[in-house]
T-cell receptor, first 110, second 114 residues
């Protein structure tokens, strides 16, 4: 089992819709969780982090964490074409290592 | 603005010719990382420095070395680049301690091996 898994996509949503990106992790003691956005040919850019169960909202982005299910998600409301990118989930494990998932490619169709 | 800077942004080298990539940060963060990222793959951690302590990932080839002469600078040396080493190389910095250890990435150096 891979330590951090994501649906590879591509995930296509129409402009204005909600995009839902999912991530699961294997280390039950993982401490904190990060979502990065990466445009093609660019470096990852931090969007949000979350470390408590529940929801965390920042503008159009909502991160959701369920430690019992070992699941973290990112919702993007009112998706825009500029949101088209690869979204990387990263998990800080109980042994203090940050593991990146393979990323989900999102395409927002105008 | 505090940031992570990488030079050069693009590097072309010949098969077997040593190459050095550089990274600097103005964040005053004590942890620095080097990642290799190939197309459509997750960033792969090569090594990281916790202050001056060097931590090598078990599967990082011996061909890759690193130096951190001070808090602000970190270098990646590829002693004999092969065609398979062509990739984006990402440097990141973080402030150790606590669960919110966010990594901030530089713009990356894209390495091409001819």
């Amino acid at each position: 089992q891979k330590e951090v898994e994501q649906n590879s996509g591509p995930l296509s949503v129409p402009e204005g819709a909600i995009a839902s990106l999912n991530c699961t992790y294997s280390d039950r003691g993982s401490q904190s969780f990060f979502w990065y956005r990466q445009y093609s040919g660019k470096s990852p850019e931090l969007i949000m982090f979350i470390y408590s169960n529940g929801d965390k909202e920042d503008g159009r982005f909502t991160a959701q964490l369920n430690k019992a299910s070992q699941y973290v998600s990112l919702l993007i409301r009112d998706s825009q074409p500029s949101d088209s990118a690869t979204y990387l989930c990263a998990v800080k494990t109980s042994y203090d290592k940050v593991i990146f998932g393979p990323g989900t490619s999102l395409s927002v169709i105008p | 603005d505090a940031m992570v800077i990488q030079n050069p942004r693009y590097q072309v080298t010949q098969f077997g010719k040593p190459v050095t990539l550089s990274c600097s940060q103005t964040l005053n963060h004590n942890v620095m990382y080097w990642y290799q990222q190939k197309s459509s793959q997750a960033p792969k951690l090569l090594f990281h420095y916790y202050d001056k302590d060097f931590n090598n990932e078990a599967d990082t080839p011996d061909n890759f070395q690193s130096r951190r002469p001070n808090t602000s600078f970190c270098f990646l040396d590829i002693r004999s680049p092969g065609l398979g080493d062509a990739a984006m190389y990402l440097c990141a910095a973080s402030l150790a301690g606590g669960p919110l250890e966010t990594q901030y990435f530089g713009p990356g150096t894209r390495l091409l091996v001819l």
